[in-house]
């Protein structure tokens, strides 16, 4: 049995392939190392390089396990990660996409990780090419801390620890899911790993709704289950789209909105057009440092060249208890 399976699923992926695989081979991890690869129908020079790159490391001591199928149609990048995780004996699995590029010290520094840490999710920081390509999301990701990396999984960003893709929203749902299991998610805080953006890439093709929803729903069973009142950090587009998207048990629980438009501020009440309820719902829009904690912001992050941040800070409230993020 592997000590560690390097699980890549891939679907047309001779572009990137061999960049990929070259990353397993220089790894400096000293234990049994396999690599499992699942070819998902691929219709151009992958099942060739996958056959040339198994003749290649095999000497070198890696084992390789192989799968697929030749069906005309894809499977789904989930499926395809499923079947690579069913062919593996590794006791503990690296997931690295086909288009991606481990250092060499991946394996080793997050095995190591694992091992302190059993009931964790092992992530680790990244950077990615094109170099310019979602800065905001490398930043945020980068450079969580530890305490955070628990507490920060309710925005659009998703996890918070980088996972090569199991297939949007499967990697948000195998997550949230680790965390509903009292699992813990720990970051190795060096950068050891490529992770590529590009117009084929999975992410691109899940609805945005699909991602809300889970969010929604993720926040109000983790969170809004245990507080009997609280404030919506954003009167706007997004802060009612939230109170909209809750259940009419956590409605009654919202108190009121916050910002810091005065525009917004000035209209004094959201009314919430849309109930059923006669009379229609009325919540108080406050000045945010008027606003009852605990609070949901659904502001986003890094994009006011600090002045949320330091607006938030102005309240000396406790992430976790006294607010969380949602935006």
């Known amino acids: 049995m592997a000590d560690v399976s390097v699980v890549v699923p891939v679907y047309n992926g001779e572009k ?4 990929c695989l070259e990353s397993v081979q220089q790894q400096t991890f000293s234990g049994h190392l396999q690599l499992s690869v699942y070819d998902d129908g691929s219709t151009d020079g992958t099942s060739n390089l996958i056959r040339k790159w198994r003749q290649r490391l ?10 697929g199928h030749t069906d005309t149609q894809p499977r789904g990048v989930g499926h395809s990660k499923n079947m690579a995780v069913s062919q593996s004996t590794g006791d503990f699995l690296c997931f690295l996409d086909a288009d991606d590029v481990m250092h060499c010290d991946r394996v080793s520094s997050q095995m190591e990780a694992a091992k302190a840490h059993p009931n964790a999710i092992i992530g680790s920081c990244f ?3 094109p170099a310019d390509s979602t800065r905001r999301f490398t930043r945020w990701a980068n450079s969580l801390s530890s305490d955070q990396l628990p507490l920060q999984v309710f925005t659009s960003h998703g996890p918070t620890v980088i996972m090569p893709t199991w297939g949007v929203p499967e990697d948000l749902i195998f997550f949230y899911r680790h965390l509903e299991l009292g699992g813990d998610v720990v ?4 950068d050891l790993l490529t992770y590529r953006y590009h117009p084929q890439a999975t992410t691109f093709s899940v609805h945005e709704d699909t991602i809300w929803n889970l969010r929604v729903e993720f926040l109000q069973k983790q969170v809004l289950s245990h507080w009997s009142k609280f404030t919506i950090w954003n009167a706007g587009k997004q802060g009612r789209k939230l109170f909209r998207s809750l259940t ?3 409605q009654k629980k919202v108190c009121g909105f916050c910002d810091v438009d005065a525009k917004k501020i000035s ?3 959201y009314i919430y057009e849309e109930s059923k309820e006669r009379p229609k719902p009325r919540l108080p829009i406050m000045h945010f440092s008027t606003a009852i904690p605990p609070l949901i912001i659904c502001v986003k992050q890094d994009l006011t060249s600090g002045s949320f941040e330091e607006n938030l800070a102005s309240l000396k409230l406790v992430e976790g208890t006294d607010y969380v993020h949602f935006n």
């Open 248 to 250: 009419p048990e956590n």
């Open 267 to 269: 209209k004094g009440v």
């Open 16 to 19: 990137w392939l061999c960049e």
């Open 58 to 67: 095999e000497p070198l001591g890696i084992e390789v396990v192989t799968g």
């Open 127 to 129: 950077h990615r090419t």
């Open 187 to 190: 970051r190795v805080d060096r």
